[in-house]
């Protein structure tokens, strides 16, 4: 069958031969979905301004959808969704102007852990050492917030995980 040539960009395999990619390379789907993909990665504040710089889409906001897409010349983005931005942009940039906010997000960080350390070297230590529920689940709630975390970095429930005992396998 020979060689084939897959595109990141467009999601798309075919035939890898010179007159092929070059075809390919240089078509405008390809520039399109380049572009789209680039454009995933553009700070918040240019695509803000841009967004403001275009009329509305009449299409898009009669229908909720417009023919030509991302490469649509008129804006899909509604009031609400910019003002939204807007907010996230300015928050960010608070952020950057008081740093203090960061370092006190770090201290409890370091405090967490060095409780933690000190809760499992008493235990390992032989001492008995009388752990709160609310101690043991005490984690940053920042750290809670994180999207689609994995089950196993979940904090464990208040009553601790079932044990289940199998006594017949197979």
Known sequence: MGKRYYCD????????????????????????????????????????SEERAKEPC???????????????????MSEMEMFIMEQKINAGEQEKEDPE????????????????????????SGRVLKIEEEDRTEIPPYLLSIPDLPPSLHPPPAGGWRVTVHNEWG
């Open 101 to 124: 906010q960061d370092r006190s997000s770090e201290r409890s960080v370091d405090e967490w852990l060095s409780r933690r350390e000190k809760n499992l070297a008493a235990c390992s």
């Open 9 to 48: 960009y467009c999601d798309r395999s075919f035939q890898d031969t010179l007159h092929n990619r070059k075809k390919h390379l240089f078509g405008v789907q390809h520039d399109r979905a380049k572009k789209a993909w680039f454009d995933k990665f553009r700070d918040a504040a240019t695509l803000l």
């Open 58 to 76: 009449r299409r898009f906001l009669q229908t909720g959808q417009c023919m030509f897409g991302t490469g649509c010349r008129f804006s899909h």
